[in-house]
């Protein structure tokens, strides 16, 4: 069964109402370990947003593949995606990225994380795209998969959330924050809860180090895409819970 979590956000009327007449949106990120470098990729945006915001979500995955070019602002298109979970892999056997998904053989992080593998010479754009708030699957990531080679990929519940005037889409490749945001760990407990402030920034209850504040124009590429260092439950870098 598919574990679900969640995240309250609590702001004034006051805030909601300046986010709304200066045109804001919310975005979500979420982080990932893998064991090849990439791109971290809009999970989803929305405009729905009140004094009691609530962002859930369900761990359920899918393995892609895609001829998309991973370049800042690009748009990723899954052209093949497949539902795929932890310990499994994602095996293309032709040109179009076409594949078939079973059990992974290995040990350790190969057991935790999905890999994709390329048994073909053409080179592809890869990665797992996640069920988000909407119900949809969105990628949340993309890693360059070069001509018979694997990527690993772990997915983490570790979520960035982001308030921004800057207009994206959902799956677009974005390296760098633009407005404040806050990554934030549920990995236990699966409930957070949030203060956003237009402009005291983000906060929570007990300062705990289960959350951390970004800064606008901080990358995000190093909290988003972090290497695979651990056989146990992935963490935040530098978190606790």
């Known amino acids: 069964m598919a574990t679900d979590y969640q995240v309250n956000i609590s702001m004034s009327g006051d805030t909601v109402t300046k986010l709304g007449d200066n045109k804001f949106s919310l975005y979500g990120f979420k982080v990932v370990q893998a064991s090849s470098s990439g791109s971290p990729v809009v999970w989803f945006k929305t405009n729905d947003f009140a004094l009691n915001t609530i962002v859930n979500w ?25 539902p795929a979970s932890a310990g499994q892999t994602l095996t293309v056997s032709n040109n179009m990225g076409i594949g078939d998904v079973a059990n992974a053989v290995g040990t350790g992080a190969m057991l935790q994380g999905i890999s994709i593998l390329n048994k073909t010479q053409h080179p592809f754009t890869c990665g797992i795209s996640q069920q988000g708030p909407s119900g949809t699957y969105t990628p949340i990531c993309a890693f360059p998969l070069f001509g018979n080679n694997l990527d690993l990929i772990v997915p983490t519940e570790q979520i960035v959330l982001m308030f921004s005037s800057m207009p994206m889409v959902t799956s677009t490749v974005t390296e760098q924050a633009y407005g404040p945001g806050i990554l934030i760990n549920v990995t236990d407990p699966r409930t957070r809860s949030v203060k956003y402030d237009i402009n005291q920034g983000w906060s929570w209850e007990d300062q705990a180090d289960w959350a951390q504040v970004l800064d606008p124009n901080q990358s995000l590429v190093p909290l988003l895409i972090q290497p695979v260092a651990t056989l146990n439950a992935p963490q935040a870098q530098g978190q606790g819970q």
Request: glycine share 4%; charged share 15%.
């Open 58 to 82: 369900t761990e359920s995955y899918e393995a892609y593949t895609s001829q998309s070019e991973i370049i800042p602002n690009g748009t990723i298109v899954a052209d093949a995606s497949y």
